[in-house]
């Protein structure tokens, strides 16, 4: 599975322009202007909120911003072709709510996620996945399909080049018996398995112990990237909010950095899911 995603690329393509106009002295509305654009042109370009960019448009932008270096110019052009790909999740668009989350999920190299109430998708197995969408009341007849994006997500991990992935579960969601016993017991098995066989998926129990915690507001990923800024994204029902401010990855970095501090080490939560698991 090839590590590449045009969600990615747009974005990177999205900041580097806004950068460009900045540099050259611009307003979004000045530059608009110049190229008798309407200012809600550019303003969706600087916001990411396009699908597919124009590599004339981007050509258009690079002159008015005066970048004459050839090289630069190509990469830009060249990245406005990438970000106009689709990815693999395209073709589930009616399901994925434009699938944001999974494109960027995929080029990210570390993701930390907190998970208070489930297992984290990226490990769930496909019999706990399909349990937990009937439990949400997903329809019948899509609920194959959603199954199958699950289990093709998790290709990443197995991927040349896999991100880091830090899970943090609450004992909550691995006492809640999903599926009945045997489906549970099937799922921390395999949170133990795929902890084993990869050498960059660490799993992590927040016990009841702990009692009150920070992590008690909500559950939430953390993606980084080799080349672009991070990302929060805070679960929701739907498909979530995206948090991209510095301030913002610092206060949840933060967060996760107390939440880390209060879980067991990987070992120690490698035994306690055998505890669990023996219980059912």
Do not use: C
């Not at 200012?39 to 004459?68: A, C, F, G, H, Q």
């Not at 009945?180 to 795929?194: F, N, T, Y």
Request: no cysteine.
């Amino acid at each position: 599975m090839p590590r590449y995603s045009p969600t990615v690329r747009r974005r990177r393509l999205s900041l580097e322009l806004r950068r460009l106009r900045e540099a050259a002295g611009l307003t979004a509305s000045q530059a608009a202007k110049q190229l008798e654009w309407d200012t809600s042109k550019i303003t969706r370009m600087e916001r990411n909120e396009w699908k597919r960019p124009n590599p004339r448009d981007i050509k258009d932008l690079l002159d008015l911003y005066k970048v004459e270096d050839e090289s630069r110019r190509e990469a830009l052009i060249e990245l406005a072709r990438q970000s106009r790909q689709k990815g693999w999740w395209a073709a589930h668009d009616d399901l994925l709510s434009g699938g944001t989350y999974i494109g960027l999920e995929t080029e990210a190299s570390v993701i930390r996620t907190f998970q208070l109430g489930v297992v984290p998708g990226l490990l769930q197995t496909p019999e706990y996945a399909e349990a937990l969408m009937r439990g949400f009341g997903t329809k019948e007849d899509v609920i194959e399909r959603r199954v199958a994006i699950r289990m093709e997500r998790q290709q990443l991990l197995d991927a040349e080049n896999p991100p880091r992935l830090w899970a943090i579960i609450d004992e909550a969601a691995l006492v809640r018996p999903v599926g009945g016993p045997e489906v549970m017991r099937g799922q921390l098995e395999h949170l133990i398995a795929v902890g084993r066989q990869h050498d960059n998926v660490h799993v992590q129990v927040l016990p009841f112990s702990v009692g009150a915690h920070a992590g008690l507001a909500g559950q939430f990923v953390l993606l980084e990237f080799p080349e672009d800024p991070g990302v929060v994204h805070v679960e929701s029902a739907t498909d979530g909010l995206y948090l991209e401010t510095a301030q913002d990855l610092q206060r949840y970095q933060l967060l996760y950095d107390h939440v880390h501090a209060s879980a067991l080490s990987v070992s120690q939560s490698r035994e306690h899911l055998k505890r669990l698991a023996m219980r059912l």
